[in-house]
């Protein structure tokens, strides 16, 4: 079958989750023997990223797909979104600036609708996937016998209040609840990307859902034990945000704050969040590794992993990929969100709870081993129900008759 995906999601380098997620897709559904075109939104480029986007990487997407097409906003895109929320806000003093709802159309570039009018019509496309509910309206643009679909990412609909009541910035996309539901209802199919948020999308769109989780090769590798007198490494690998900066400022506290952390611990930090740290006064206690090629690489220095992240919605990948690459992890509720575990060091309440089961790690009342299998045993499970997942969605007969429901 013939498939479009929509992205205004770069797919390369794949520093980030989201960009990790559509790569997974667009190679999964493409293996199954289905054509793949691949619509990329360059909204970055619109931002003024150049220098994020090259021409490397557009041959990198190309490389992955059978046709590649590209819309590229004007240089003011990104000031023109502003002034439709501006606009609205003068008329509407109830809008908070600092926490906007958008509307569900403020991020569509009515060249999107052009190009897939066009995609349609010239490669006979049976089933359209959009990524992210901010291009819902490319949708209305391919015809009724497409089968059109949401991967959502994440919850959009009330982010922003969610941000404000935990005093985190908002710099991404929010909309009302109602706004969300009218995206949603665009599509015939919506995907939610963890099975907590089945009963939410399917009552918001009114639509059948489809969880499709995150694929990644489980590995296991050999863990040297965790012996007398040497530091526990512990690691930290994170994408940079508004979410992450927060998570990192818990951390650093933490670890200023409580000698047996840094007596006992050198942390590792890595990825683009490397940046909100100049430099380590000491590297015994932090080391900073910055940018890293291969997440596993990274893996293979640590003992152990932390992803205390309080708030977000969505999956959070690196939780993921930390239990796929064999890696014990501690983390909080919210990072294992989507991840069906029993064990309460996948579910802390806190970044303290987080570093109170490192401090057990540390006086071996936790053994690093037990957390290395019950992370083994959940990686199974997840992988296992991921890959039924976007087995369904790379099946476009069975995508039609669930949608038909």
């Not at 059948?208 to 530091?231: E, M, N, W």
Request: some cysteine.
């Amino acid at each position: 079958m013939n498939y479009l995906i929509l992205t205004p999601i770069t797919l390369f380098p794949t520093i980030a989750g989201n960009r990790q997620r559509i790569l997974n897709v667009v190679r999964h559904i493409r293996a199954a023997g289905n054509t793949v075109s691949l619509l990329f939104f360059a909204q970055d480029i619109g931002a003024g990223l150049e220098g994020i986007i090259n021409n490397n990487h557009i041959d990198e997407m190309k490389a992955e797909v059978d046709h590649f097409f590209m819309v590229v906003p004007d240089d003011d895109f990104p000031q023109q979104c502003c002034e439709k929320l501006a606009l609205r806000s003068r008329s509407d003093p109830t809008i908070d600036l600092q926490y906007p709802d958008w509307d569900i159309d403020d991020w569509y570039d009515e060249k999107i609708s052009d190009a897939v009018s066009h995609i349609c019509r010239t490669h006979a496309i049976d089933v359209m996937v959009v990524n992210y509910i901010w291009m819902s309206k490319a949708l209305l643009s391919a015809p009724h016998t497409t089968l059109k679909i949401i991967d959502t990412h994440d919850r959009m609909g009330g982010r922003s209040a969610l941000l404000k009541s935990h005093g985190i910035p908002s710099s991404h996309f929010s909309v009302s609840l109602a706004d969300e539901s009218r995206a949603l209802q665009r599509a015939d199919l919506v995907l939610p990307i963890q099975y907590e948020e089945e009963e939410y999308y399917a009552a918001s769109s009114g639509k059948p859902v489809l969880t499709v989780g995150f694929d990644v090769p489980l590995t296991q590798r050999p863990h040297a034990p965790y012996p007398d007198g040497r530091r526990l490494k512990v690691g930290f690998l994170s994408h940079r945000n508004n979410l992450n900066e927060r998570c990192l400022k818990e951390i650093i506290h933490n670890l200023q704050t409580r000698p047996k952390l840094s007596q006992n611990i050198q942390f590792h930090l890595a990825g683009a969040i490397s940046q909100c740290i100049a430099t380590s006064s000491d590297e015994n206690i932090l080391k900073i590794l910055g940018g890293v090629a291969r997440p596993e690489d990274f893996y293979a220095q640590v003992d152990v992993v932390v992803n205390p992240i309080p708030v977000g919605t969505g999956l959070k990948i690196k939780t993921v990929e930390a239990l796929c690459n064999d890696v014990p992890i501690i983390c909080t509720r919210e990072a294992s969100a989507g991840i069906k575990t029993p064990w309460p060091f996948h579910r802390c309440e806190s970044t303290e709870q987080v570093f109170d089961y490192i401090e057990q790690i540390i006086d071996r009342t936790l053994p690093l081993d037990d957390v290395i299998q019950a992370g083994r045993d959940v990686a199974a499970h997840y992988v296992k129900e991921a890959r039924e997942g976007l087995d369904t969605l790379a099946n476009g007969e069975q995508l039609r008759r669930i949608a038909q429901k």
